[in-house]
């Protein structure tokens, strides 16, 4: 099967330095980033705490990047506006956040947003059947959300191939999140990931050449690995 979506790949903030944090966007932008991967967390839904869309919306004028909004928040739904209003592009809410998938990926679209699903390492293909012609974009967690920095989970890959199958010539982005290096990153555009989020392994070595470097590399190991 040839898989036809781009590469893209997405550098997740929560491994930059959040005290130059508009700087530090600007700077991966340079580097080559085509989405900039937002993580929001709850301290409920995940057990780690991050920022939220007052946040995001400074941070906006930084970049013409794509903002690719992950949110590890539940329940979800009455936050949908200010993040769309705050400037993102792409909204990803978890399959668990709740209470009504189907009415969360309605809103996110509403709002004139591209929707996404996110499944947890443990969560089963299946939800996306049920949602497949509401979303612009799937995300397979390759670690338990929460924390950057985790190793990469080899088992989700089969799931991704899966995901892969299921979407065929739908204009679906595959996205994979967690532990992404060029050594995982092999596997994961095997499996069909064309999103691909890195955190640790872009923001690595703090300076905008090393940045340039590790997205070129991340690419390269993708680019040249698919499907
Ligand atoms: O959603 C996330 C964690 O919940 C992050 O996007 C992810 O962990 C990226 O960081 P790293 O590449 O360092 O694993
Ligand atoms: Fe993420």
Redesign the pocket.
């Known amino acids: 099967m040839t898989s036809h979506r781009p590469i893209k790949i997405a550098p ?1 903030i ?2 930059s330095d959040y005290s130059k944090l508009g700087q530090e966007i600007r700077d991966v932008t340079e580097a080559g980033a085509d989405w900039i ?1 937002l ?1 929001v ?1 709850d301290g409920h839904f ?1 057990p780690n705490i991050s920022y939220g869309p007052d946040v995001i919306a400074k941070l906006r004028p930084h970049t013409d990047a794509v903002f690719d909004c ?1 949110l ?1 928040i539940s329940p979800v739904d009455m936050y949908l506006e200010s993040f769309a209003k705050a400037g993102c592009d792409i909204i990803t809410v978890h399959a668990e956040a709740g209470p009504h998938l189907h009415r969360s990926l309605q809103a996110v679209r509403n709002l004139g947003k591209k929707a996404g699903i996110a499944l947890n390492p443990a969560t089963p293909m299946n939800i996306v059947e049920q949602v497949i012609d509401m979303v612009d974009l799937v995300l397979v ?1 390759s ?1 338990n ?6 190793k990469f989970i080899h088992s989700v890959t089969d799931k991704m191939a899966d995901i892969h199958a299921l979407i065929g010539e739908r204009p679906i982005d595959l996205e994979v ?4 290096t060029t050594e995982t990153a092999v596997d994961c555009a095997k499996a069909g990931a064309n999103a691909l ?5 872009v923001f690595k070595g703090g300076t905008i050449d090393a940045y340039r470097d590790n997205i070129n590399a991340i690419r390269k190991a993708a680019e040249t690995n698919r499907p």
Do not use: N
């Open positions: 997740s929560l491994a991967h993580d967390m995940v992950h590890m967690m670690v959300p929460g924390f950057g920095g985790q999140d967690g532990g992404v989020v890195a955190g640790s392994a």
